[in-house]
């Protein structure tokens, strides 16, 4: 059964950076996607990238395009999520997740079947 991790989140200034980690064990990884996903009390819980781990797609909602970034360790079946220039609006419990995929060239953003515990990310002066 896929297990998944987070960490790496934090209290960081408004234009601040974090780099939260995925850990993942238990299944295969060229045949599976990752996810990222926040959760707020105002939005509820929405998409936020994902990576596929095939042939590295990616892809990121309007949001956070050109502030975050996805890269992978394959050493250690862990998957980063680079956050730079961060808003306050990026506040919220971060959540990654993974479904098994094998299409090219993209990467979902829904219905992801594992999920990890999430890692709480506060920005704020």
């Known amino acids: 059964q896929a297990q998944l991790v987070e960490s790496g989140g934090g209290l960081v200034q408004p234009g601040g950076s974090l780099r939260l980690a995925c850990a993942t064990s238990?299944?295969?990884?060229?045949?599976?996607?990752i996810g990222w996903f926040r959760q707020t009390p105002g939005k509820g819980r929405e998409a936020v990238a994902c990576?596929?781990?095939?042939?590295?797609?990616?892809v990121f909602v309007d949001s956070v395009k050109g502030r975050f970034t996805l890269a992978r360790d394959n050493a250690k079946s862990t998957v980063y999520l680079q956050m730079t220039g961060l808003k306050p609006e990026d506040t919220g419990l971060y959540y990654c997740?993974?479904?098994?995929?094998?299409?090219?060239?993209?990467?979902?953003?829904?219905?992801?079947?594992?999920w990890g515990q999430g890692t709480q990310v506060t920005v704020a002066s």
């Open positions: 997740a993974t479904q098994y995929w094998r299409r090219a060239g993209t990467c979902p953003l829904v219905e992801y079947d594992y």
């Open positions: 990576i596929s781990l095939a042939d590295d797609a990616t």
């Open positions: 238990g299944f295969t990884w060229y045949y599976y996607t």
